[in-house]
Structures are given as C-alpha cells and as structure tokens.
C-alpha cells in the first residue's frame, strides 16, 4: 500500500436523514432566502458555519478557514489508515498509546527526526511538543527566557498576533516595543525593517520577539531578517511565533540568531491540541523560578518530552505530515506551491478591475502567501453576504469565521497545506464568476454605484461551471456526497433545504438599479 493515498468517502447511505429533513424544511419555508442583492442576516453562511447543505454540488467541503483547518487529503487517508488500526491487526493506535510506553517513544522519535530533517534544524536545538497553543507560547517565552520580571525584552509588533502576545508579556518581563502600525493608529500592512530592528531594540533584552505571519492582517515576512552587519552574539536571540507558515519555506536558523521557534500545529503540520517548540539550549537554565511545569523547557527536555501525558495522537499526526513534505518534494516544494497559490489569488484582485480588494498594496514585499485578505466591491455588505452565501452553496467556507476580533470588510482566503492549487482554483474560478454578474462601474459625473448591464448574449455560469472535478474524494456515483451530517447543536432551518433553487443563479439587476 502506497504511504499517501488520495482520501475517499466513507459510503455511509444519508438517503433517510436527507428526506426526512427535506420533508421538515419544505413546511418551515414560508418567503424566499434571498433576493439577487438582499441576503437574511442570520443565513448560516453569515454566522460562521463551515457546513453547507447537504446537496451541495462540490463533492467535498473546500475549506478556506484560517485555522483550524484540514490537512492534505492524502494525509487524512494515512491517518485514519495508520492511527485507527483494524482491531483484528491486534494493534494500538497512537491514541490509545500510553505516552510512556516504547510504542509512543519510537513515535515521538520518528516525528522528531522528521521535523530536524524537513526544516533542516540544527544539532544545537532541541525539539519540544507543547500544549496551550499560541497563548501559552506568549506567556512561557518571557518566563522560561525572564528569571523576573524587570528582565527586558524587545517586541516587534506587527500585527493582530503579536499585539496580544506583548500584552501577556507585560506580566512577566518589562517589553520595549518597535511598531509597524499605520498612522491610523490600527492597521498594519507591512514589518519593520532589520535595520530599524538593530537600531531600535533595548541592548539589555533577552530577546527579540516578532511574528512571521499575521494571519489576521495579511502579512508576512517570506524570510526572517538577517542582520549582516551585527555580530549576533550582540544581537538578542530571535523569537518566531510560526504558527500560521512554519513548513511552508526554510528557516535561517543561525543567520536570523534564532532562539526559540514555535508554532501551533493547526494550520500547517497536524490538529489542534499540541504546539512545537524549537529551542536552542543555550537559552535553557533561565526560567522564572515560578514558571509551571508543563510550561518549563528545561523541565520537559530532562524528562524525554513526556514529563507530563502529552497528546499521543497529535504527535503521530505531526509525524505523518512531515513524511507527506518530504514525499512532495520537501520545504522547497511547499514554498513553490505556497506561492503559486497566492499569486493566482492576488492576481485575480488585480485583474478584477477594482471589483475584489486587498489592503496589502501590490508593491508590498510583506503580502501574505498564507492568509489573502480581500474585500467585494469595496465593502459593499449586501454584495459581499451575497458572495459567502454563494460560496457555501457550493461547498466554499472558511472566508470569514467567528472571531474575537472585530468584523472589518474584508474576508480571507487561508491558503495552508490543506488547501490544493486545484482547490484554490475552484475558489478563483467562483470569483470571476460571481465578478461578471455583479460588477460595478461609476460613471463620470455620477457618485451612484449601479450594476453593470451583462450582455444577454452571456448566461450566467451555472455552480458546477466554476468547480474542478472533485469525484475523486467522493464515494457517491453523483460525486456528491448525501450523508453529510449536521452538528447537534445546528438548528434544522430553511437553509438546508434540499433543493436546486438553492444553486439558481441570482436575478441580474437592471442597469438603473443602485446597489444600497
């Protein structure tokens, strides 16, 4: 059996489930779901959801979230293969595994020496697995780096991410601040230069802390500064949260003056529940003597990476990850797509005549290869709910989730291991698509936005036109998969009706219609 397979569909029959829901949402429908530029504020779409109906016409669920979010196909295949073992193979999965048995310890292991191969890590570094995510991470770097908290640390902050992992590092270090904020006082759309880094950091810190890519904001730094002329045993070590792009370029380990490397496994290298962390062990030996054991470096290095019951599963999963890079074609290949992804994104905002928007000016050395912000219609909310309803009709979720950050105009577009080149093309064909039906010109003299008259000899392209042929993922001989099942707490509305009116495409508006 072949190491990576391509994923396939359990064939559950979803045949009862579906007419009898049909059967219910026929009787609860009373007025249409929408018009071609209204769309009901409590749509699911519009609140968050990642489930789309049931009849979708995409044979599996493109996910576009910005964490979590799926792995490779392939990759799910060999875990469901290799972590959940037919019980007749009289075999343990790694979840089952007790952290300390010789089973898991040849696992953790395997996946430790798959990420020092992968991303090329240096012998002088030691490899941890963690948990409490990126928050923990804000508060273990300054207490296992701080012996107090009048040590001093240097914090790039350059976004939403690092802004918050500052603000924890205020109880347990004293944190000077060098800030790429806009001169409107909340948005960033670039990092500050290593020369200003050199300049402007405190001499006395422990470190310099920085984010390699603001998911939230768009940015990223496709290379870690590198401070050439500055000897780097005068240079406080650097911290990286690479949580959002670790695997997906090389690192610099000794030429950036790398300290300490962490990223949370949910994005790019496996599910959520663990976090790695790379340190260089010359900066063990410092923690705040207040520092809790599960967070201490030291502590957990001396006990083998199991000084308390780490998640087994979730370390497998790493493993197996970091096998698929390096079937793909290693960290070299993964940046290749990485970018090849992001332009055919970026290059259609730019090609739409102003219809899409990004606020990372196409200049930018800093736009994100990860996470592709972009508004519809400058921000136009009938138009841009119209679009995400649109897109989870077709199986297209993830551009705007819940967050605890405020909603501005624009959506994302996550672009991580787990999303294809294929997939992303589904996403851009859609775009186009939904572009040519509702474009909007202004005319000279005029200051209202009107829709854009669609030559009748053009038909509005049907939802299967702007879709690659995904079948393959799908067990069911339409390609579309009918035994999807909703959550428990998912209230059954007239959103999952099980009908084609779903997929019709919206009237076109007359060219005197103005767009509210």
Known sequence: MAPFEAMTSNNHSGSNFTSSLGRLVEEEIQQPIMTADKVDPNHPALQGSLTPPANCPSSKVLNFSPGPTNLPAAVESTILRRCFPDPS????????????????????RNSIALTRRVMEV?????????????????AAVPMNLCPDKDAKATYIVSGTWSSRAVIEANKYCTPTTISSVNEDGATFTS????????AEHDPESKFIYMCSNETVNGIELHRLP?????????VPPLV??????????????????????FACASKNIGHPGITMVIIRKDLLGQANPFTPGFLNYETNILADNV??????????????????????????????????????????????????????????????????????????EELTNLFLVECWNRGIVGLRTVTPFKQGIYLRASLYHGVS??????????????????SISKDVGETTMVAENVSSAMEPA??????????????????????????KNFKVSSYTKISRDMFAPPALAPASTTLR
């Open 226 to 234: 590198v401070f050439d002329d500055v000897d780097n045993t005068t």
């Open 191 to 198: 990092f500050p230069s290593a020369e200003r880094i050199v």
């Open 122 to 138: 240096p012998p002088e570094y030691e490899i941890l697995f963690t948990q409490g995510g990126g928050h923990g991470q804000f």
């Open 307 to 380: 000084w308390n019951t780490i998640p087994t599963f979730n370390v497998d999963v790493i493993g197996i990850m970091m096998e698929w890079i390096l079937d793909q074609g290693g960290i070299e290949a993964m940046e290749e797509n990485s970018i090849a992804k992001a332009e055919l994104m970026y290059g259609l905002i730019e090609d739409s005549n102003g219809f899409y928007g990004t606020p990372i000016d196409k200049s930018s050395e800093h736009r994100s290869r990860m996470n592709v912000p972009f508004c519809v219609a400058g921000g136009d």
């Open 462 to 487: 049907s939802p299967d036109s702007s879709c690659v042929d995904l079948s393959i993922f799908s067990s069911s001989p339409t390609g579309v998969d009918m035994a999807l099942t909703l959550p």
């Open 421 to 438: 080149y294929e997939e992303t093309v589904v996403l851009a064909n859609f775009m186009k698509e939904f572009a040519a039906r509702h």
């Open 89 to 108: 193979t009289k075999r343990l999965g790694s979840m089952a595994l007790s952290h300390r048995s010789p089973e898991f310890g040849a696992i953790l």
């Open 240 to 261: 990286v949260d690479a949580s959002s792009d670790f695997t997906s370029k090389p690192i610099s380990w000794r030429k950036s003056n790398v300290g300490i490397l």
